[in-house]
């Protein structure tokens, strides 16, 4: 089976193998334990997935390791974060179901 994934994707999934990248996502987890978007809409929720913020690294290999980086739920990391790292629409509601940002 042929992996359809270009060649810089797959140089940068195995950055995230690295012992360098486990102490970001380690010190990363450690600081923000919960995700962010859940505590928008003041849910608690651990996070177990590190997201690289503000639009992902786009293959900038100093972004990829210094960030920002934003703790998540595995669900709202394949979902939203996805999501807007491709440039689309994502609505996230508050508590009281208002909209937010």
Do not use: N
């Amino acid at each position: 089976m042929t992996d359809p994934r270009s060649a810089e994707a797959k140089k940068y999934r195995a950055l995230y193998k690295s012992a360098k990248w486990r102490r970001i996502r380690e010190a990363q987890l450690r600081m923000q334990p919960l995700c962010e978007y859940c505590l928008q809409s003041e849910v608690v929720e651990p996070a177990t997935v590190v997201h690289h913020g503000d639009g992902g690294h786009k293959g900038d290999e100093h972004k990829f390791w210094t960030g920002p980086f934003v703790s998540l739920c595995k669900e709202h990391h394949d979902r939203d974060a996805q999501r807007e790292d491709l440039g689309q629409r994502v609505i996230r509601f508050d508590a009281e179901g208002w909209p937010i940002g």
